[in-house]
């Protein structure tokens, strides 16, 4: 069983530029979640896709939006990116959505925006 | 939104010695997790554990929802128990986010 990968691993980007990361989920999810995790902070809540619609969404600018397929990968786009941007983003995937089932993370994409 | 406190902030501790990590919450909430992030940034699952008990090896965790909080056990520790612990919740009536403390950074020395 192959657990949730994401791609790529790190990313340098310059301020005002977009940026794609992905994430495919574990075999059997449905669901796939992304969260921002700041140097020293707990991980964020951004959106979670369930069966490809948007299933909640946190705090955060419509800059940040994403997609998921037919076989439930994902992915996430932030455009016109700020310094702030740079972060661990982090996605999880799971059986359902997360009020019900355990949410499993990818080893995370670390984005430097200079 | 919901809130979720853990303590302590920061633990040391010589390899072999026993822990108990907090995390208290504000609401009722219908999943919980404990997660052990390693250097890497990874997260990597201990517990789900939304109430009762559970034990895995050397860890073991409790979760009492009607008092609003859960401990994590450490015992015997070893260095590779070093990390960051996070407990993440989800807010009954809610499906789609969990809610991360802050974290609890232990360092376990040989």
């Known amino acids: 069983e192959t657990g949730v990968t994401q791609s790529p691993t790190h990313l340098i980007k310059t301020r005002g530029q977009q940026v794609t990361l992905r994430c495919s989920s574990q075999?059997?999810?449905?669901?796939v979640s992304w969260y921002q995790q700041a140097l020293g902070q707990g991980p964020q809540f951004i959106f979670q896709?369930?069966?490809?619609?948007?299933?909640g969404r946190g705090n955060f600018p419509p800059r940040f939006s994403g997609l998921q397929f037919p076989n439930y990968s994902s992915e996430l786009n932030v455009n016109a990116l700020e310094l702030d941007d740079s972060a661990l983003y982090l996605c999880?995937?799971?059986?359902?959505?997360?009020?019900?089932?355990?949410?499993?993370f990818g080893p995370g994409t670390r984005l430097t925006v200079t | 939104g919901i809130q979720v406190e853990q303590s302590p902030p920061d633990l040391i501790l010589q390899e072999g010695a026993n822990s108990t990590l907090r995390c208290n919450f504000s609401?009722?909430?219908?999943?919980l997790q404990w997660f052990h992030q390693n250097p890497w940034g990874q997260l990597i699952n201990l517990f789900y554990?939304?109430?009762g008990t559970k034990q895995n090896g050397r860890l073991s965790a409790t979760t009492v929802a009607t008092e609003r909080y859960s401990l994590l056990y450490i015992s015997s520790s070893q260095t590779t128990d070093s990390g960051v612990y996070f407990c993440?919740?989800?807010?009954?009536?809610?499906?789609?986010?969990?809610?991360f403390g802050k974290g609890i950074t232990l360092s376990v020395r040989p």
């Open positions: 999880a995937s799971s059986s359902g959505t997360a009020g019900r089932y355990e949410q499993y």
């Open positions: 075999s059997g999810h449905n669901t």
């Open positions: 896709y369930y069966r490809e619609e948007e299933n």
């Open positions: 609401d009722s909430v219908n999943n």
């Open positions: 554990i939304p109430s």
């Open positions: 993440a919740v989800v807010l009954t009536g809610s499906n789609s986010k969990l809610t």
